[in-house]
Structures are given as C-alpha cells and as structure tokens.
C-alpha cells in the first residue's frame, strides 16, 4: 500500500512538472519571439535596446553595503530575539553569506578587484533585472527546466522497469552486466557529437544524453536495493502460502523504495551535470548556455545563481523525499 | 570532385566484413577455450558478458553491412576496428589518450590532496569552519561545466583551464565524503590513544585515516565518474583545450567523419572502465591491509 502511494506521489510529481513547464516554455517562447526588443544572432536582446526603451538604473553600490550592514545588524538582533527558534548552525551560515557579499562588494568599490574578470554583485542584480525585463532570463530556465524534467521522466519511467528486472533475476544481470558497465563508464557528453549526426541539431540529442546519464544511477541503486531485501523476508511469505506476486509486492518492493530515492537523488547529481554540459556544447537555449557567454562576467555570474538555485530547490526536495520515504538508518551517500 | 561523401581521412587497410566476423568469432572462441583451461582468471561470468559484447558488435556490423542504415551515418564495426588501428599506427591516438589523461591524472591528484586534507581539517577544528559547510552546499549544486566560460577568462586557453574545473567537479564529492567519513570516528578510540600518550599525528594515522578511508575511496569513485564528464565537455566545448579525445570528437564530427568520432568515444569507454577497475583494486588492496 506504501509502495503504491509513494510511487503514485513520484509519477505525480513529474507529470504536473512536465505538463507545467512544456506549457509555460511555449508560451513563454511565443512571447520571446513577438518581442519587439532587438535582439543579436543568437536572440539575446541587445543592451542597446535600454536607450530607446525604459532605462534601468544601477544599484549603486554604497546603497547596496548600506543595506548589507542593515541586514547583518538585523540577523545579529534577530539572533538576541528569537535565539531558541534560530538554530546556530543557520546562523552562522546566513552571516557568512552576509558577510561574503558585503566584503565582495567592498572589494570592488575600493577597487581591490575590477570588474574584467569577475562581476559585482551589484552588477549581477542588474543583469537579473535587465534579463527579466527582457523576458529572456524567463525563456532560458523554462526551456531547461522543462528538459530537465523530460529527461529525467524518461529516465525514471525506463530505469524502475528494467532495474526490477535485472534485480530479479540474476542470471540476466550476469549476461548484460559487463556491457552495461562499459555503457556506464562512457560519459554522456562524449556521444553528443555521434546523436546531433543522427537525430539532427535541437533538443532530441540532448534529452537522450541527459535520459541516458540519469538513468545508471537509479538503475544502480534499484538493483542495490532489490538485492538488499533480506531473504527471511521472502521465505516468510513463501511459508505463509503467498504466491510470487505477493513476494514481489510485499517484501521486494518496499525494500527497493528507500534505494530508489538513493538514486533519484545521485541521478540528479550526474543528470543536471550532463544537461549544463549538453547545453554548453549543443544548444542555444537554456542555463548552460548563459554560462557559456563569455567575456561577459556579470551574465556567467547570474546564470551560476540561477543554476545553483534550481539545483539548491531540486537537490532539497529530493533529500527531503529520502528522508520521509527512506529508512531512517540507511547511510546517505555525499554527491 | 567524385560526389562522394565519405570521411576524408581513410584508414590504410579497411578489414571487410568477413574477416572481421571471422575475427570477432575467433576472440569469443579463444576466451571460451581460455576458460577451459585458466578458469580462475577468465571465469564464467566474464564468458557470459563478453558473448553479449560480441553478439552487439555482431548486430551493428550486420546493421551496417545490409544498409538497413545509412553507411556514413553509422559506419561498420570492422570499419571503425581498422580506423583504430590505422589511427594508433600513426601515433595520433595515443597523442590524443596522452593529452586527456595527463589533464584527469594532473586534476584528479590535485583534488585528492586538496579534498581530503581539507575534509580532514574542518573535521578538526570544525567550530571555526562551519560556515563553509554553507560555502559548499551552495556550490555543489553547480556542475564543473558551468564554470567553463569563467575559467577560461581567468586561465586563459590552454590546458589550465580545463583542469581548474575538472579540479571543481572530483573536488566536492572527494570533500564531502572525507567529511562524512572522519564524522563516523568514535571518540572512544581517540581518547584511547590520548590516554597512552599519542598527539595529533597519531589519531590521524591510526585512528581518523583507517575509519574514513573507505568514504575516501567512495568518493573518489564517484570524483572520477564526475572528472571523466567534465573533462570531455571541457574538450568539447572549447577546442582550445589543449587537445585530448574529446577534441578529437568534435573535430571529426566537423568533417562528418564519423568513423573517427566512434573510435573517440569507444577509447573513452575502454579507458573509462580502466580507471574505474584501477581504484576499485585500489580498494580490494587497501581493505586487505585494514
């Protein structure tokens, strides 16, 4: 019954992603495209735009250390007040932040660093409002996001049906499992060049890459999990006059979910690797193609923050799922 | 001039269909018989996984050779065989296989030494740097790929750059998983040693280094898979990165070379399981001596 919830939370969850993002990313393409703002040849808006249309004033930067210095005092009060509800691990962790921008930004008002080879915060933030404005920044995270979730879809979707087979029956698993390994070892990127040959320039490659380097991980950790499942287990059932059916539901199963988000999470981890890599080398949309502009600090900058923030929201909630689903004795992996 | 669209590069001698069949058949054949008679070197298992090799390579070959596919799309097997060969015989391969190691060996040894000894230290003296626990969670979530554009900026082309970020991406797991490894010390065995007399140096040989070797090695596992990724994406994504297979890739499918494009990536796979098998013995080694 668990088992049944759980998976239904799971294919639930990627169906309304998918539906959710391939429906804003074409909308928000079509509002891309009748965009009257100029853009370059790879459709990024011209900054020339700002003269004719509404100018977008910098932060200046002393207001920006001004409101740094406000919010240290403010944690530092927030810390005296309501020190039982704020735990000091977090605290240090958001004053370090603090202080981090802060110095960052002093370092650039006094001129320790120039703005050539690394960008001001200041000067990130108005890019953020500038691409925002622009509707570019939009187009870019949905058009990842949506083949992110895609991707990772059909790694899910093909990874669960397989790893329940090569976990079961272990002859099987003996044939394949040196080619499958040799498969592994070959990083997706690397057959990019031989798909786009194939399936042409556009987002087919790029999904097989990304299908292709999630779906190891969760089929790893599926087989894992299924040949974790401890024996007395079955035999009880056996003994108990359950058929195979019942072994599988019953004892199968549910030891292989707390695996199975093991390896939501580390398929994840390689999945949104392979995507900024595939992005970077193949396609003309998305984050990892932000970061590729180069010669342009502060545009690298705000795409690393928006990166670091879907992953920060992705990564989170797929712990958090371990977490509730997993058991609370299994030794989580770093990644 | 001849309206012919196949590869520029030709390899000297192109093995046919036939013979490489042959060939193919006669490994199969002598591993079979090598089981016979050596079975605690090429056991049953390894038999089993490489008839299912063959019998892919079989398949492609047959794929090709009928034209069910496009020849140029997807060249035979015995073609992409002889385009090896011919590619090794000229010393351009191993160029190639130099180049992309020496950047993963230079990177990869770097981001041993600066993980673990790192991991080692916040352990240590982990109330003065636990905000950079903060520091790493944020940027763990950022692929090494992604830094590309920056490092190139900062490194200028040339190798330098495609090592700094292969360093970021074996860096974090290497890191996190010393951290996790030296949090599973008892500080029952610790206090034991302090008891009779040992300092510092002597809880980290005997004590913090045999708990968390194993963490170590996990991670670096998982620091070379990443490490492996990274370095051909580097190598796809700026062609000036000091050369190495994936260049070779990108190069050759430039020139619609596709024979040449599957010699990279199947070099990539053979030297990928290589490296894998070499820390995994590493491990097999190390747990005999704990």
Redo the contacts between chains.
């Keep these: 019954m668990r088992a049944a919830i759980n998976s239904s939370l799971v294919i639930t969850f990627i169906v309304v992603g998918i539906s959710f993002t391939s429906h804003i990313a074409y909308a928000g393409q079509e509002t891309f495209d009748n965009l009257s703002a100029p853009v370059d040849t790879w459709k990024r808006p011209v900054e020339r735009g700002l003269v004719s249309g509404a100018t977008i004033q910098k932060i200046p930067p002393l207001n920006f250390i001004l409101f740094m210095s406000v919010l240290l005092g403010g944690a530092i009060v927030a810390k005296k007040v309501f020190g039982k509800n704020f735990s000091q691990?977090a605290f240090?962790?958001?004053?370090?932040?603090i202080i981090?921008f802060l110095f960052w930004e002093l370092a650039f008002h006094y001129r320790l660093l120039t703005t050539t080879?690394i960008a001001a915060p200041t000067d990130i933030l108005w890019k953020f409002n500038f691409h925002i404005q622009q509707g570019y920044l939009q187009m870019h995270v949905i058009a990842t996001l949506n083949r992110f979730f895609v991707a990772f879809a059909m790694a899910v979707i093909l990874a669960i049906p397989f790893g329940i087979i090569a976990g079961i029956s272990n002859k099987l698993y003996?044939?394949?499992?040196?080619?499958l390994?040799?498969?592994r070892?070959?990083?997706?990127?690397?057959?990019?060049?031989?798909l786009?040959?194939?399936f042409g320039i556009g987002e087919a490659p790029a999904i097989f890459v990304i299908t292709l380097?999630a779906f190891f991980p969760i089929f790893i950790s599926i087989i894992r999990g299924i040949h974790s499942t401890e024996t007395s287990h079955c035999e009880v059932i056996e003994t108990l006059g359950g058929s195979k059916i019942d072994v599988l539901v019953h004892a199968i199963f549910p030891s292989a979910i707390p695996a199975l988000f093991t390896g939501l999470r580390l398929g994840f981890?390689?999945g949104?690797?392979?995507?900024?890599?595939a992005e970077?080398?193949a396609i003309d949309r998305g984050v990892?193609f932000i970061?590729?502009?180069?010669?342009d600090?502060p545009l690298?900058f705000m795409?690393?923050v928006i990166?670091?923030v879907i992953?920060?929201v992705i990564?989170f909630s797929l712990k958090w799922g371990e977490r509730f689903f997993g058991s609370p004795n299994r030794e989580t992996?770093?990644? | 001039m001849h309206g012919t669209v196949f590869p520029p590069i030709e390899p000297s001698e192109v093995i046919s269909t036939f013979f490489f069949i042959v060939l193919l058949f006669g490994s199969f054949m002598t591993v079979v018989i090598a089981n016979r008679f050596i079975p605690a070197v090429i056991n049953v298992s390894f038999v089993k996984g490489y008839s299912v090799i063959c019998l892919f390579i079989a398949i492609w070959e047959m794929i090709s050779f009928s034209e069910l596919v496009n020849p140029v799309l997807l060249p035979p097997a015995s073609r992409v065989a002889s385009m090896l060969v011919f590619l090794w015989s000229i010393g351009f391969l191993q160029s190639q296989i130099y180049a992309t190691l020496y950047k993963l060996a230079y990177a990869f040894s770097l981001a041993l030494a600066s993980g673990v000894t790192l991991g080692v230290m916040i352990s240590y003296y982990s109330n003065v740097f636990s905000f950079i626990e903060s520091f790493a969670t944020a940027a763990r979530v950022i692929p090494a790929p992604a830094w590309l554009a920056l490092s190139i900026l900062w490194f200028g082309i040339g190798s330098a750059s495609a090592i700094f970020i292969i360093w970021l991406g074996c860096f974090f797991p290497i890191f996190l998983n010393t951290v996790a490894g030296v949090a599973k010390v008892e500080p029952v065995q610790v206090e034991t040693i302090k008891t009779f007399g040992g300092d510092k140096w002597d809880v980290l040989l005997d004590v913090v280094l045999p708990t968390a070797y194993h963490h170590i090695l996990t991670g670096s596992r998982i620091g070379l898979g990443i490490g492996w990724i990274t370095v051909v994406t580097a190598e796809l994504a700026s062609p000036d990165a000091g050369g190495g297979l994936g260049w070779m890739i990108m190069d050759s499918r430039v020139l619609l070379d596709i024979t040449s494009v599957l010699c990279g990536v199947s070099a990539i796979g053979f030297l990928g399981v290589v490296t894998d098998s070499l820390l995994n013995s590493l491990e097999e080694l190390v747990q005999t001596w704990g």
């Design positions: 691990k240090i962790g958001l004053m370090a932040w981090f080879l003996e044939w394949v499992a040196p080619s390994n040799f498969l070892m070959i990083p997706p990127p690397a057959i990019l060049p031989f786009i040959i194939l380097g981890s390689v949104w690797l392979v995507l900024i890599s970077a080398v990892g970061v590729q502009s180069k010669f600090a690298v795409g690393l990166i670091c992953g920060l990564d992996m770093a990644v």
